[in-house]
């Protein structure tokens, strides 16, 4: 119980900041804005560290990806089978750290959250500049409410997961297109793309945003040019056979079919996990169709909107989930601020602490006990999911904008 409540206080203080700048119209500067996520993120991230119950992919996935490329060995031939599903450069990331920490002697719980805990501090000023309304004021105020947001803090601080590294490379290349640097915002999404495959569904929103057809086929071509850089890269470095490469592709493409965990998969089950490849053959072409009808209903909003819709589509239509999936939308609910993003972060927050903090706790029958209304419950979340999900306008500017925006998040 202790515990809990330790590492429940920041994220709740955090949610309770946010709120609170929202009803009083806070606009902090960019300053404030990074020091008090900096000092969240780092509570966390020193709570966690210090835990003797680390998540098991940071702890046995991350460090083995690690040690296999300073090993000189190709972690997506050496590694056990499920346990590394990403192309090289995120290895290289882990690699890197984990070679620093032990060259200064600091521990791999802290080293391995450093990278996903900075990538996170990085979106603090993106969410800002990416605003959909263009107040300096209503920026400052979203800048704050995403330095306080509390499911990324869980994420990148207590998860140490990859998802603020896929979302700042997703937005820096949104504010790129924005300013029509084409082939800055290609490779930036070409990495963000590299580092998890769902990044894929920021790439509309970035298409989007550029005008004609040029810089729109440009931006793809990097889109594939820098995975297949990545891809090709494990020749050279791990000596790995031409011919393995598309064996290395099917393992990056693979994924352990796990149900049962959230949504309709979870209603199914009947709130137990299952692995069952069978779930995979309905869940993909649904998710598929869904996606593309969403792609198609918000073709002509703003790029923000696209992409939080895509987003969200998925978190409501999938069947595979882990709790990290929960950070994916939050940069850009913030960023477009409607009457249903905070029920959703909030939402978000509550049923991921009590999986990331509560459940880690409990004992495997204990566990299972759990799971079976944790994981019905996220029908909940998802109603609110639905709400959260934006209109297809493109959102006001001007003055009487401002002051709309400020309104909404009363």
Known sequence: MIH????????????????????????????????????????????????????YDLDKDFRDTADAVLG??????????????F???????????????????VPWEVTSRVVP???????IPLVARLSTDPSPRTQALRGFQYACAPPVLMVSALHGQFAPITLVLGAAALLAARN???????????LSVTSASWAALLLPGVVLALPG?????????????????????????????????PATVSAVMSARPVAGDWGWSAIVTGGHQVVSAGFGTVGTPLLAAALLAAGWWWRK????????????????????????????????????????TWPAIGAAFFW??????????????????????????????????VRALPERRRPPTGPMASDDALARQA
């Open 4 to 55: 809990i409540l330790v590492m429940g206080l920041p994220p709740a203080a955090g949610l309770a900041l946010a709120l609170l700048a929202g009803r009083r119209r806070w606009a902090p500067p960019a300053a404030v804005a990074l020091a008090v996520g900096a000092t969240l993120r780092l509570a966390v991230l020193l709570i966690a560290a210090n835990d003797p119950w680390q998540p």
């Open 72 to 85: 000189g060995r190709d972690p997506l031939v050496e590694l056990r089978e499920g346990g590394w599903h």
């Open 87 to 105: 192309l090289p450069m995120l290895a290289y990331v882990l690699a890197g750290v984990r070679g620093l920490g032990n060259l200064l002697g």
């Open 117 to 123: 805990v900075l990538a996170d501090l990085a979106l």
């Open 180 to 190: 029509g640097r084409v082939h800055t915002a290609g490779i930036l999404v070409g």
């Open 213 to 245: 057809l040029r810089p729109r086929i440009a931006v793809l071509a990097w889109t594939a040019a820098v995975p297949s850089a990545f891809l090709l890269s494990s020749v050279p470095i791990f000596g790995t056979p031409v011919d393995r490469l």
């Open 301 to 340: 909003a703003d790029p923000v909107a696209l992409t939080l819709a895509l987003l969200l589509v998925f978190l409501i239509v999938t069947y595979r989930f882990g709790a990290q999936y929960l950070a994916w939308p939050v940069p850009y609910l913030i960023m477009w601020s409607g009457r249903g």
């Open 352 to 385: 991921g602490a009590f999986g990331y903090i509560y459940m880690t706790r409990l004992d495997p029958a204990a566990w299972g006990e759990a799971h079976v209304w944790w994981a019905l419950s996220s029908i909940a979340v998802i109603v609110l999911l």
